[in-house]
C-alpha cells in the first residue's frame, strides 16, 4: 500500500509562487510514475505534470514554462515536488498527488485514469 501526503498549498497573489510536496510511503518499488493533478471548481480534475523512474517530464501546455516537478528518493522515501511560478488566478485549484506502481510510455500521457493511488489534495488559491 502506498499513501500520499501533500503539503504547501496556500493562498497567494498573482505572479507569486508556491512550492507543493508530496511524501510517498509505503513500498515505491523500482518502476513507478507519479505526478501532480488538479481540480478547479466545478471543472474536472486534469494533469499538471508527470515524472516518471528515469527523469522524463511531461507538462500540462497551460502551466509549461511556469512549473517543474521533480522526485528525491531518499531512505526508501519518494517525494515529489511542483515548484510553481508566474501563477495566475486560473492556477486556483486542489493539486493531487498521483502515482501508479508501474511504467511504461503510458505514464507521460497524463491521464488519470493510469493512477492508482491519490493523496487527499492540497488547496492552491491564487488572488488577483
Known amino acids: 500500500q502506498v499513501q500520499l501526503v501533500e503539503s504547501g498549498g496556500d493562498s497567494v497573489q498573482s505572479g507569486g509562487s508556491l512550492r507543493l510536496s508530496c511524501a510517498a510511503s509505503?513500498?515505491?518499488?523500482?518502476?513507478?510514475?507519479i505526478g501532480w493533478f488538479r481540480q478547479a471548481p466545478e471543472k474536472e480534475r486534469e494533469g499538471v505534470a508527470v515524472?516518471?523512474?528515469?527523469?522524463?517530464?511531461?507538462?500540462a501546455v497551460s502551466v509549461k514554462g511556469r512549473f517543474s516537478i521533480s522526485r528525491d528518493i531518499a531512505k526508501n522515501t519518494l517525494t515529489l515536488a511542483l515548484q510553481m511560478r508566474s501563477l495566475k488566478p486560473e492556477d486556483t485549484a486542489i493539486y493531487y498527488c498521483?502515482?501508479?506502481?508501474?511504467?511504461?510510455?503510458?505514464?507521460?500521457?497524463?491521464?488519470?485514469?493510469?493512477?492508482?493511488?491519490w493523496g487527499q489534495g492540497t488547496q492552491v488559491t491564487v488572488s488577483s
Open positions: 515524472i516518471n523512474r528515469v527523469g522524463s517530464t511531461t507538462y
Open positions: 498521483a502515482a501508479a506502481l508501474r511504467g511504461g510510455d503510458w505514464c507521460l500521457d497524463l491521464w488519470q485514469d493510469n493512477f492508482d493511488y
Open positions: 509505503g513500498y515505491i518499488g523500482y518502476n513507478y510514475c
